[in-house]
C-alpha cells in the first residue's frame, strides 16, 4: 500500500467534507490550548461524510499546531472497496483474542 499525501482546496471537495476538515484542524488546535497533543500516539480522526469506510487523519511526523482543513489525508482500505462480512469476521477475531490475553 502507498499512500501520497497533498493539499487539497475547498473547491475539490463538498462542503459537507471541508466543514468536517475545519472541525477536525478546530480539534487540533483546541487539543493544543488544552495540553493534550504530547502524549505518545494520540490522534484525532473522523469519519469523511458520506463515507462511511474512509476517515481523515494527519499525515505521520505534522505537529498539531500545523494541522490546516487542508492538511488531513483521507484513509480507506482497498479504495473503498471492502466486505462487511470479513470485516465483521475480522473485528470479532481481534476482539476475542484480546479477551484471551
Given at each position: 500500500?502507498?499512500?501520497?499525501?497533498?493539499?487539497?482546496?475547498?473547491d475539490?471537495c463538498?462542503?459537507?467534507?471541508?466543514?468536517a476538515?475545519?472541525d477536525?484542524a478546530?480539534?487540533?488546535r483546541l487539543?493544543i490550548?488544552?495540553?493534550?497533543?504530547?502524549?505518545i500516539?494520540?490522534?484525532?480522526?473522523?469519519v469523511?461524510?458520506g463515507?462511511?469506510d474512509?476517515?481523515y487523519?494527519?499525515?505521520?511526523?505534522?505537529?498539531?499546531?500545523?494541522?490546516?482543513?487542508?492538511s488531513f489525508?483521507?484513509?480507506?482500505?482497498n479504495?473503498?472497496e471492502?466486505?462487511?462480512?470479513?470485516?465483521?469476521e475480522?473485528?470479532?477475531?481481534?476482539f476475542?483474542?484480546?479477551?484471551?490475553?
Amino acid at each position: 500500500m502507498q499512500f501520497q499525501v497533498s493539499c487539497i482546496s475547498r473547491d475539490e471537495c463538498s462542503a459537507e467534507e471541508w466543514e468536517a476538515r475545519v472541525d477536525l484542524a478546530a480539534a487540533h488546535r483546541l487539543a493544543i490550548m488544552h495540553g493534550l497533543n504530547e502524549g505518545i500516539f494520540n490522534h484525532l480522526t473522523q469519519v469523511v461524510p458520506g463515507k462511511p469506510d474512509r476517515y481523515y487523519q494527519i499525515p505521520f511526523g505534522m505537529h498539531w499546531s500545523e494541522v490546516k482543513a487542508s492538511s488531513f489525508m483521507e484513509v480507506g482500505i482497498n479504495d473503498g472497496e471492502r466486505d462487511p462480512d470479513a470485516l465483521c469476521e475480522k473485528a470479532l477475531s481481534y476482539f476475542l483474542r484480546d479477551l484471551a490475553i
